[in-house]
C-alpha cells in the first residue's frame, strides 16, 4: 500500500513528518544522538530489520540529517553522522521526550534524564515564545498564514476560517474574546 506524500502540502508540520513520522526514523535519530554511528551499531540497539534500517538512513541522508562517511575501506563500511539540520532536530526529539516522561512514564518514573553541562542540572525541554520567553500554550497562540501559504488556497471559506484573526488554537476553539 502506498501512502500519502505530505512533502508539497502548505504545512511545516506535514512535510517535517512525511520525512521523520515513522517511529523508526526518530529512533535511528535517537541512537546518533545517543552516540551510535553504525550500521550495525544501530541493528544492536534498536533490533531494527536491516532493510529497514537501510531505507531510514538512506531518507535521513538523502534530506540533509546525516552525512555517511567511510571508517574502513576493505570491505566498505560506512558510519552516520549528524549534520547541522539534523543537530537542529535534537530540540524536537527533547519535547517528545519530556512529553513521555510527563504522560507515559511508568511508576519508576523516567527512563533516561537529560543533564544540562553547563549549569549542571537535569533539564527537561520546554517550549517557549522565542520574543519573551514565556511557555507557548495553545490556547495563549493563534495562526495566521504566512508568505509561503499558497495564494490559491486563501479563498476557501475553511482556510480563512481556520486562520481568522484572534482565533485561538485548539479545543475547537473559535474566535477569541478576551486577552
Given at each position: 500500500?502506498?501512502?500519502?506524500?505530505?512533502?508539497?502540502?502548505?504545512?511545516?508540520?506535514?512535510?517535517?513528518?512525511?520525512?521523520?513520522?515513522?517511529?523508526?526514523?526518530?529512533?535511528?535519530?535517537?541512537?546518533?544522538?545517543?552516540?551510535?554511528?553504525?550500521?550495525?551499531?544501530?541493528?544492536?540497539?534498536?533490533?531494527?530489520?536491516?532493510?529497514?534500517?537501510?531505507?531510514?538512513?538512506?531518507?535521513?541522508?538523502?534530506?540533509?540529517?546525516?552525512?555517511?562517511?567511510?571508517?574502513?575501506?576493505?570491505?566498505?563500511?560506512?558510519?552516520?553522522?549528524?549534520?547541522?539540520?539534523?543537530?537542529?532536530?535534537?530540540?524536537?526529539?527533547?519535547?517528545?521526550?519530556?512529553?513521555?516522561?510527563?504522560?507515559?512514564?511508568?511508576?519508576e518514573g523516567?527512563?533516561?534524564?537529560l543533564r544540562?553541562?553547563?549549569?549542571?542540572?537535569?533539564?527537561?525541554?520546554?517550549?517557549?515564545?522565542?520574543?519573551?520567553?514565556?511557555?507557548?500554550?495553545?490556547?495563549?497562540?493563534?495562526?495566521?498564514?504566512?508568505?509561503?501559504?499558497?495564494?490559491?488556497?486563501?479563498d476557501d471559506?475553511?482556510?480563512?476560517?481556520?486562520?481568522?484573526?484572534?482565533?485561538?488554537?485548539?479545543?475547537?476553539?473559535?474566535?477569541?474574546?478576551?486577552?
Open positions: 500500500m502506498r501512502r500519502t506524500s505530505f512533502g508539497t502540502w502548505p504545512c511545516s508540520i506535514a512535510r517535517t513528518a512525511d520525512i521523520l513520522g515513522d517511529a523508526w526514523t526518530l529512533l535511528v535519530l535517537r541512537e546518533v544522538f545517543y552516540g551510535e554511528s553504525r550500521f550495525d551499531g544501530f541493528i544492536g540497539s534498536l533490533g531494527i530489520a536491516r532493510n529497514t534500517l537501510t531505507d531510514r538512513l538512506r531518507r535521513l541522508e538523502s534530506e540533509g540529517l546525516l552525512r555517511r562517511r567511510a571508517y574502513q575501506t576493505d570491505p566498505v563500511r560506512h558510519e552516520y553522522l549528524l549534520t547541522d539540520k539534523g543537530r537542529d532536530f535534537f530540540g524536537v526529539l527533547a519535547a517528545i521526550n519530556a512529553w513521555g516522561d510527563r504522560w507515559l512514564a511508568r511508576d523516567a527512563p533516561v534524564v544540562h553541562m553547563s549549569c549542571d542540572h537535569d533539564t527537561q525541554a520546554r517550549v517557549v515564545c522565542s520574543s519573551c520567553g514565556e511557555p507557548l500554550r495553545h490556547q495563549d497562540l493563534t495562526a495566521r498564514t504566512g508568505p509561503g501559504y499558497p495564494p490559491r488556497l486563501l471559506p475553511a482556510v480563512r476560517e481556520r486562520f481568522a484573526p484572534g482565533r485561538a488554537l485548539g479545543d475547537g476553539a473559535g474566535p477569541r474574546t478576551s486577552p
